[in-house]
């Protein structure tokens, strides 16, 4: 199991870029990486996933270093509402079982005016 | 909107009983995932269902059951309530029967309350 661990809560300001940080040391071959966000009293929405080097799409970066045992999530130029909890998942994406479904506490992430 | 749906949006009932939470997934989707939320231990995975079948089991009491119907919608049965089951239950649906391979699409939850 791919243990994960990401900061308990960042915050910033509008307009700036947010990178929060998930180590997964233990991460193996046929793991892949993906990030969630969730807002209060909602169910979390799926925001990227990768394996290696970088993927980016409408919402956001992802950032993986060679060695594979930490990731970035990059948000650009941020707004109030991307005040949310956001989730790093590390798993297998075929024959994982539960093991690729460990969300965590999340980093709860803050955007101050 | 997710295309997740999930009913009742709220539940308040009384420790010892039986309740039904039940959710329908995305046109298409053939896996349903069952998690817990509460506020001490996070968003915890339960149960994931594909076409029918059990898929992955996660941390699911056994007081906790679940199904999927041949028309794919699931049910969450949780029997024998205490206090500490007072949560939100979300339900979630992918295309695929892997659990993390494929994006999982959540309904907006049902908060269960025992008193």
């Known amino acids: 199991l791919a243990k994960t661990t990401q900061p308990i809560s960042m915050d910033s300001y509008e307009g700036q870029e947010v990178n929060i940080t998930c180590s997964h040391n233990n991460i193996a071959t046929n793991d892949y990486i993906t990030w969630y966000q969730q807002f209060p009293s909602q169910g979390p929405r799926f925001i990227i996933q990768g394996y290696k080097t970088k993927v980016t799409n409408e919402v956001a970066s992802l950032f993986i270093p060679a060695d594979r045992k930490s990731s970035t999530l990059s948000l650009p130029r941020v707004s109030l509402s991307d005040t949310a909890v956001y989730y790093c998942?590390?798993?297998?994406?075929?024959?994982?079982?539960?093991?690729?479904?460990?969300f965590g506490k999340g980093t709860h992430l803050i955007i101050q005016p | 909107d997710s295309g997740v749906t999930q009913t009742p949006k709220h539940l308040i009932t009384a420790t010892g009983q039986r309740v039904t939470l039940r959710c329908s997934p995305r046109s298409g989707d053939l896996s349903v995932y069952w998690y817990q939320q509460s506020l001490d231990q996070g968003l915890q995975f339960l149960i994931q269902y594909y076409n029918g079948e059990e898929r992955a089991k996660g941390n699911i009491l056994e007081r906790f059951s679940a199904q999927q119907f041949p028309d794919l919608h699931s049910e969450l049965n949780l029997s024998s309530l205490e206090l500490g089951d007072s949560a939100l239950y979300f339900c979630?649906?992918?295309?695929?029967?892997?659990?993390?391979?494929?994006?999982?699409?959540f309904g907006p939850g049902t908060r269960l309350t025992v008193t």
């Open positions: 998942l590390v798993g297998p994406r075929t024959g994982g079982g539960a093991d690729g479904l460990t």
């Open positions: 979630a649906s992918s295309v695929g029967p892997e659990t993390s391979g494929y994006e999982q699409y």
